[in-house]
């Protein structure tokens, strides 16, 4: 858990929030070294519909962009033959998974065509804005400084607010003074929320989110729409993982949240190289429960591939834990590796967390082909 000390990340703290995915002992050992604080950025925010609608923009002769204050740089759609086919897929059901108990998978392999993954994985790598978000813990009554041992980014907002649609380019639009410039607002009274870390004379005043949402780009936003329709389920998240090497990793955990409501329904999409998923029950809750369990703890393995796609759902977070080990030497896992999940996020502390965990305060990366790999990205001089 984190400190109980009153400092801003603890001021903030999401009631029922839980410990971010990377705390096990294990990952600890492997990823803690001197202690640091994380702090969330202030500043201020803008723009757009819910998750949907991201305002657009062209910047140059060809490339069509979505833009948002929040961006630390505007982000390319895809290319119409690109989005087709995406909006085109799944060309095969799902394989229903629940022959343990808990566990409820529907599995899609692939979900994408290996080709139009491939495509999409060269795009997202080089197009997203990355983060090496890094947090302390409290561990034991000690403070231990964890770096997430993965790139990460997300965009999305809960249930309790939405994006302002106010930009010319977007259907429904409000023409007007402050066309370049959205907001977040109430779902129900449709006011701006306050949004960033404000240094008001007492924290405790501050009533709105702590990060600084991001509408979902419309590079994503086609993948998301595609999985809705195939799954029946709503998603107004989209968190990204990119798996550089064998080295990258993320450590047992369930996302079992409580900002996620009972029984969330999350897709995960795999692209690039084949990385191994593993599952494994979770310990009953009681003695009672132990000896009344007459099997043994399950598990299982999904060597997840390009295009492919879990949902997972019903009981699994509850009943299961998942992770992608790490795995070592030269071989097909080299090639990196991005994972998509969609999910939903019912009130405002799911934000915060999402944004703290993998956005974080510290440096934006971005894909540099030359070098062939994540480099620290700075605004271009005016
Ligand atoms: O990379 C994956 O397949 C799993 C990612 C995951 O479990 C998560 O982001 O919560
Ligand atoms: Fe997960």
Do not use: F, L, R, T
């Given at each position: 858990m984190a400190s109980k000390k009153r400092t801003i990340d603890t001021y903030f703290g999401i009631p029922g929030a839980k410990k971010p995915r990377d705390f096990d002992t294990s990952v600890l050992h492997e990823e803690s070294t001197v202690s640091k604080t994380i702090k969330t950025a202030g500043s201020h925010i803008t723009n757009t519909d819910n998750t949907a609608n991201p305002i657009t923009a062209k910047n140059s002769e060809n490339a069509v962009y979505s833009t948002h204050?929040?961006?630390p740089f505007p982000i390319p759609h895809l290319s119409d033959a690109l989005e087709a086919a995406i909006l085109g897929s799944p060309t095969r059901a799902g394989r229903v998974i629940a022959n343990q108990t808990g566990l409820d998978l529907l599995y899609f392999?692939?979900?994408?065509?290996r080709n139009t993954a491939r495509q999409l994985f060269e795009f997202l790598r080089s197009e997203l804005p990355f983060y090496r978000v890094e947090y302390d813990i409290m561990r034991g009554g000690a403070k231990a400084h964890v770096r997430t041992p993965r790139w990460t980014t997300v965009f999305g907002l809960d249930e309790t607010a939405r994006f302002e649609?106010?930009?010319?380019?977007?259907?429904g639009s409000i023409s007007g003074p402050q066309s370049l410039e959205g907001k977040v607002v109430d779902i129900l009274t449709g006011r701006p929320i306050l949004v960033g870390i404000h240094n008001t004379p007492d924290q405790r005043t501050q009533t709105g989110y702590k990060a600084i949402p991001r509408p979902v780009p419309y590079c994503l936003d086609a993948l998301r729409r595609s999985t809705e329709a195939a799954t029946g389920c709503q998603f107004n998240f989209c968190l990204v993982n990119y798996y550089a090497s064998g080295e990258d990793s993320i450590s047992f955990h369930s996302d079992d949240e409580r900002f996620l409501g009972q029984c969330p329904a999350i897709a995960s999409f795999s692209l690039g190289a084949r990385r191994d998923f593993l599952m494994k029950q979770k310990s009953p809750k009681s003695e009672l429960e132990e000896l009344n369990s007459s099997t043994s703890k399950g598990s299982l393995k999904l060597p997840l591939g390009n295009g492919d796609m879990v949902l997972m759902r019903g009981r699994t977070q509850a009943t299961w834990q998942h992770s992608i080990p790490k795995r070592s030497g030269k071989n097909e896992w080299d090639g990196g590796r991005i994972n998509i999940t969609f999910r939903r996020a019912l009130v405002r502390g799911g934000t915060d967390n999402y944004y703290q965990y993998n956005v974080g305060s510290g440096p934006v990366y971005k894909w540099s082909a030359a070098g062939q790999e994540m480099k620290p990205w700075t605004q271009a001089p005016n």
């Open positions: 204050a929040s961006y392999e692939p979900y994408i065509s649609i106010n930009h010319p380019s977007v259907p």
